[in-house]
């Protein structure tokens, strides 16, 4: 069977067809890979949250942050 051309991720068909795909993906994961996914993306988070409050300060992190 020949290979598959990906999705071009510049039209909205391919965007929402890549979407698809992962979210299947991660339905497809047992609890214990979730759980590490969610994880690190929380992770993820809270560095790029403690980098803006390096750079801007306490006042610029929290007028950041409220938008």
């Not at 510049?10 to 965007?15: A, C, D, E, V």
Request: aromatic residues 12%; proline residues 4%; charged residues 20%.
């Amino acid at each position: 069977m020949a290979q598959r051309k990906p999705y071009n991720y510049n039209t909205s068909y391919g965007r929402r067809k890549i979407r698809e795909q992962g979210q299947k993906y991660y339905d497809e994961l047992p609890p214990e890979e979730k759980s590490t996914h969610n994880l690190l993306a929380t992770l993820i988070i809270v560095i790029i949250c403690i980098i803006i409050f390096l750079i801007l300060g306490a006042g610029g992190f929290l007028k950041w942050a409220r938008q």
